[in-house]
């Protein structure tokens, strides 16, 4: 608490007690925290202008000769309705797809609680096998 002489009341020899907060030095920082945030955000903001591709739901055109693999909750891969054992077998069965005319496709249908790792599994799979069109199959929104 500041002290502070009262002049010209005649009691010049008694201090008294200022309980009032000086808020001038409050106001001078939030001042320059707030011209500090209005020359920075701007700064943060900026992206590489771009057109981003619109949602688009394309239904599903199932050919015989398409692949679908599937992952469940247990994390376990199907080739159509056979599950396979291994990565291996997975990747042997990929490359003889992909030698076939005309190359099939590949659609990818993960349970939505399954983990990413056996769907990133199935994806460098089918990268190393060479198969070039990869599909992901969801529900459409709205779909409950």
């Known amino acids: 608490?500041?002290?502070?002489?009262?002049?010209?009341?005649?009691?010049?020899?008694?201090?008294?007690?200022?309980?009032?907060?000086?808020?001038?030095?409050?106001?001078?920082?939030?001042?320059?925290?707030?011209?500090?945030?209005?020359?920075?955000?701007?700064?943060?903001?900026?992206?590489?202008?771009?057109?981003?591709?619109?949602?688009?739901n394309i239904p599903t055109q199932t050919k015989p000769e398409n692949v679908v693999l599937g992952v469940d909750t247990s994390n376990t891969i199907y080739w159509n309705t056979t599950p396979l054992k291994s990565q291996q077998e997975l990747l042997d069965r990929l490359v003889a797809a992909a030698k076939k005319e005309p190359q099939p496709e590949v659609h990818i249908r993960g349970d939505a609680a399954s983990k990413y790792a056996p769907i990133g599994r199935i994806v460098l799979a089918v990268q190393q096998a060479g198969i070039v069109k990869i599909a992901f199959i969801t529900e459409p929104p709205g779909k409950n």
């Open 1 to 56: 608490m500041a002290r502070y002489k009262r002049f010209g009341h005649g009691r010049g020899e008694e201090d008294q007690v200022l309980s009032a907060i000086n808020t001038t030095p409050l106001v001078d920082v939030m001042l320059v925290l707030l011209i500090i945030f209005l020359i920075t955000v701007p700064v943060v903001t900026q992206t590489v202008k771009m057109e981003l591709p619109k949602e688009a």
